[in-house]
């Protein structure tokens, strides 16, 4: 599919990033939802 070719050319690295960055993202707004209630 496409989007498994574009995570086999993509470097390690970017895609680690990439997915460390999205867990952070999620991870502040559910501390952003807990902080509001």
């Known amino acids: 599919s496409v989007i498994l070719e574009i995570i086999a050319k993509e ?3 970017l895609l680690t990033a990439k997915i460390s960055s999205g867990v952070l993202g999620v991870g502040g ?3 952003a939802i807990a ?3």
């Open 29 to 31: 707004v559910l501390l």
């Open 35 to 37: 902080a509001l209630t």
């Open 11 to 13: 470097p390690i690295y």
